[in-house]
């Protein structure tokens, strides 16, 4: 199958970001893609052997180490899975996601949960929206009341990865009526009485997502991630970084689609003669392999600057998720069309792409989303 490689030439990248993508290129091949009969069997399974291998201590830091997440590592090891196996990148991605601001802004006590996490002995889940409160996170209204050393939790969340499976869940509420300073961060174990499950939610391409509920959800003090206020910020934080690797999954699709396209022009004759001879299908192979690359250089230009030094990455992450996913979208239809009958026929490669593709252009938020996140941006620079 067609696979370039040549963007591990670029410069951005170090030699040790290259070994890392020969050997789970080696390790994709050996173990996916994996049964998804089962979603939520298949998701622990995956979070286990991906631990046990070795691969989730890319997903959170090291309490061991002074080192910082390397953003780099994120984005290539989504993308790598991606290409392979949709749940496979969904299991990495919520690892990392799902501890995120623990990564960032735990206290040492708190991050003894990433040996967990890291090891793939617990999973874990990001608690960020509500029904009335996704791309505006400021709109949260989930509460936090403090009593003495603890904080009571009430109300809901919904369209929360790995709900359901999660031991962990780094749930965003509200302290305060100030808008998003009103906002903090707590860790909450799921079998944290009053805390429960109250819906599954199913969608066109199956992963574990639930609806929360919080009934006086009793936790202590020492669980909020951060100073009381700061929950906003923290969550504006942990996605600039994990936006760029949603950028990554999508590009990861994108590949995909374009080896199946390629295969597929090359090995089917029309009038007798291979797609490929057509000046059409060049366009076509042409215009995904120009949207591959510009994407990728997005992506790895968030990651890199990140990983370089920059506090913030909001710019770049928005317009690497932006177009990365939006453009994926483009690169994967095409590649539908191009395999024509086969190309919706239900669990081939490219019907599975067209399907997995979708949600990456509405999580962390939507494309429109974006486009005002990278307006303000350059407003602010152009002050």
Known sequence: MYRDQSFLDWPFFSDKHRLLATELESWCQQNLPVDH???DAACIDLVAKLGSDGWLKHSAVDVSSDQSLDV??????????????????????????GTGAISLFGSAEQQQWLEQTRT?????AFALTEAQSGSDV?????????????YLLNGEKTWISNGGIAGLYCVFARTADTGAKGLSAFIV??????????????????????????????????????????GFKIAMSVLDVFRSTVGAAALGFARRALAESVSRVKSRELFGSPLIELQMVQ??????????DAAALLVYRAAWTKDTGASRV??????????????????????????GGDGVRSGTVVETLYRNIRALRIYEGASDVQKIIIARQVMIGSN
Do not use: W
């Open 138 to 150: 400021a709109n949260i209204t989930l509460s936090a009341r403090r009593e003495g050393d603890d």
């Open 283 to 292: 366009g076509h192979i042409a215009d995904m392999a120009l949207d591959v």
């Open 314 to 339: 909001t710019r770049e992450a928005a317009m690497a998720k932006l177009y990365a996913t939006d453009n994926a979208q483009k690169v994967i239809d095409a590649a539908v069309q191009l395999h």
């Open 37 to 39: 009969s089962d979603v």
């Open 72 to 97: 780099r590592s994120l984005c290539l090891i989504r993308e790598t899975l991606a290409r392979y196996d949709a749940l496979a990148d969904f299991a990495f991605a919520m690892q990392g996601l």
């Open 120 to 124: 793939g002995t617990t999973l874990s």
């Open 189 to 230: 174990s799921a079998d944290t009485q009053g805390f429960s499950i109250a819906e599954r939610l199913h969608t066109i391409a199956p992963h574990p997502l639930a609806r929360l509920t919080f009934d006086n959800v009793r936790i202590s003090a020492s669980n909020r991630i951060g100073a009381e206020g700061e």
